[in-house]
């Protein structure tokens, strides 16, 4: 049984800092990219940031400078450290794996992040 679970997600003040943590469970995770995807309410979800099974990094121009990912394969965990947080990236942030076109990906149930002005 596969099984992403998500923790960190907290209420915090603009320009503060979080560090979201996905552990999974169920999948050969060296063999997966990782993302964090976000979704406020009535917006649709969006790609946060991903790293791949190489370790490369991607993210949002949103993020860039201010988000990092990171994955411990040993740990099965993936990791988004966020500083500079904006009340605009208030959302709920899941947690993705996928390994390939033709494979099923995998999400997470979300973990809420609430950034106050």
């Known amino acids: 049984q596969v099984q992403l679970v998500e923790s960190g997600g907290a209420l915090v003040q603009a320009g503060g800092s979080l560090r979201l943590s996905c552990a999974t469970s169920?999948?050969?995770?060296?063999?997966?990219?990782m993302g964090w995807y976000r979704q406020a309410p009535g917006k649709q979800r969006d790609l946060v940031a991903s790293?791949?099974?190489?370790?490369?990094?991607v993210y949002a121009d949103s993020v860039k400078g201010r988000f990092t990912i990171s994955r411990d394969n040993a740990k099965k965990t993936v990791y988004l450290e966020m500083n500079s947080l904006k009340p605009e990236d208030t959302a709920v942030y899941y947690c993705?794996?996928?390994?390939?076109?033709?494979?099923?990906?995998?999400w997470g149930q979300g973990t809420q992040v609430t950034v106050s002005s």
């Open positions: 993705n794996a996928r390994s390939g076109a033709l494979n099923p990906a995998f």
């Open positions: 790293i791949s099974t190489g370790g490369v990094a």
């Open positions: 169920g999948i050969i995770f060296a063999a997966y990219t």
